[in-house]
């Protein structure tokens, strides 16, 4: 019998969930079908999947899609990396299909939540778990009062959107560096705050901040399998420098397990700490989402993604993932590196 899996539009990491899933269906013999679609052409990830297919632009005609393919391929989980928010309130209107559908939560309250890095901060503090102290920020005036109010004591401060994705937005505040230090290194990502502050001055309007103290680290992003709350499987990667530390235990590893839970994540997701400087692991924030890193987990002989698609399936208990991954864990050190595909531009696999 063949088992049908459609990974909808995700982020930066279709393409390892794919080989993830390929390679674990190949391992065990299972007569796995990948379908996958992308509203664009993105065909190195597209290419991957069994069968391809492209999504409407229009999210008027999303859910009509959704069905339609579903019934035509018997398609019996989907996954979403996009829109989670849209897929988690039609979950009611997917769902009598016959399709599982995977979308982080099983709340939309949930998701908001997590998007919502200080209302998230906030929520930990309430039941007791270790977070970054977070201070939202709405004006220019605001931050500047902060800053001269010290908050945090003498820790160094940073900021970040409370809306943020991929690291963008992270500014640390540090007196010693050169005015230019924001141009001339900006990946470092320092700068005085006088010269923050005079450009978030200059703007229209701006995107909510979180004010923090800035934490030593080192920094700690936790992959996970979890159901409805349940953590079945994780590893954590412990980033120092160029380098990531593929772990399985620890107080960040409890930690990242400790939040999912208490968010009630839902399929392949993320957490990330960071260490204070006493040592004490503290959260920055969920995603509920594969992070774009959860290709590298597979160096630990536990393939996450993998294992989401077999549970998914029906092809083996919850026992056995927690099992599997407590058998399967080897520490391991890798280093990501940016890489190159061929693209072809003809996608030979796209169904309609
Ligand atoms: N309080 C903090 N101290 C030190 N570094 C931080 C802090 N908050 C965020 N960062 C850095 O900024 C990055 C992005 O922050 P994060 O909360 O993960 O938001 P996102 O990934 O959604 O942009 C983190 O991976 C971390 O390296
Ligand atoms: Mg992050």
Excluded at 20 to 34: C, D, L, Q, W
Excluded at 100 to 121: E, P, S
Excluded at 257 to 265: F, K, P
Aim: hydrophobic share 40%.
């Amino acid at each position: 019998m063949s088992h049908k899996i459609w990974l909808m539009e995700g982020l930066s990491s279709q393409r390892d969930i794919i080989n993830g899933i390929t390679s674990t269906a190949k391992k065990h013999n299972y007569n796995v079908s990948i379908y996958a679609s992308h509203r664009q052409s993105r065909n190195e990830i597209l290419s991957l999947a069994d069968h391809a297919l492209i999504e409407p632009n229009d999210i008027n005609q999303r859910l009509e899609f959704i069905l339609s393919t579903v019934k035509k391929y018997a398609i019996q989980a989907i996954h979403t990396g996009r829109h989670a928010h849209w897929f988690e309130a039609h979950r009611a209107a997917i769902e009598p299909s016959g399709a599982h559908l995977t979308t982080g939560a099983r709340d939309v309250a949930m998701l908001d939540l997590a998007d919502d890095k200080v209302a998230f901060a906030h929520h930990m503090k309430s039941l007791n778990l270790p977070v970054v102290p977070s201070l939202r920020v709405d004006s220019p005036v605001q931050l500047r009062e902060l800053i001269a109010r010290k908050p945090f004591g003498d820790l160094p401060l940073c900021v970040k959107p409370v809306t943020g994705i991929y690291g963008m937005g992270f500014w640390q505040f540090d007196e010693s560096v050169s005015p230019m230090a924001a141009f001339t290194h900006p990946d470092a990502r320092r700068v005085k705050a006088e010269y923050y502050l005079q450009a978030l001055e200059a703007v229209d309007s701006m995107e909510p901040l979180v004010l923090m103290p800035y934490l030593p680290g080192p920094e700690y992003s936790v992959d996970m399998l979890a159901e409805n709350g349940k953590v079945l499987a994780a590893v954590a990667r412990r980033k120092e420098g160029a380098l990531q530390y593929l772990e399985n235990s620890g107080e960040a590893f409890e930690l990242a397990q400790a939040c999912a839970a208490a968010m009630g994540a839902d399929g392949l997701i993320n957490v990330q700490t960071r260490n204070d400087a006493s040592g004490k692991p503290l959260l920055l924030e969920i995603n509920m989402r594969p992070s774009g890193g959860i290709g590298y987990t597979r160096f630990s002989g536990v393939n996450l993604p993998g294992l989401f698609a077999l549970r998914q399936l029906g092809l083996i208990s919850q026992q056995q993932v927690l099992d599997d991954a407590r058998r399967d864990f080897t520490p391991a050190t890798v280093r990501a590196l940016s890489d190159v595909v061929a693209y072809n531009p003809v996608l030979s696999n796209q169904v309609q």
